[in-house]
């Protein structure tokens, strides 16, 4: 499955921001999808992931109540809704799918990043 990120861009602290992934390829209904995000001098981390039917979601605790991951299967597409950005969001955010079921487990398939800056 080959996966492309796009939707970042440059917001104020407490705005919102909708990441898209476009996945191609068959079978994207058996792959487990998420976002990670890299910033600055820091590793990249586990944002969230989403189940292959959309129904369990995992996030990590820093977006828990600000950040919806979803999918549409149909079209392939998996989103990241962030809302009330805070300046500690800013990186840059990565599409990952897997065809396991373990949601923080290792990602074979990546896209490309997309910018996200929180700055006022």
């Known amino acids: 499955v080959q996966l492309q990120a796009s939707g970042g861009g440059l917001v104020q602290p407490g705005g919102s921001l909708r990441l898209s992934c476009a996945a191609s390829g068959k079978s994207f209904t058996s792959y487990t999808a998420a976002w990670f995000r890299q910033a600055p001098g820091k590793e990249r981390e586990f944002v969230a992931a989403?189940?292959?039917?959309?129904?369990?979601?995992d996030y990590t605790d820093s977006v828990k109540g600000r950040f919806t991951i979803s999918r549409d299967n149909a079209k392939k597409m998996v989103y990241l809704q962030m809302n009330s950005l805070k300046l500690d969001d800013t990186a840059v955010y990565y599409c990952a799918a897997q065809s396991g079921w373990n949601m923080r487990g290792a990602y074979g398939y990546w896209g490309q990043g997309t910018l996200v800056t929180v700055s006022s």
């Open positions: 989403i189940r292959q039917n959309g129904g369990i979601t």
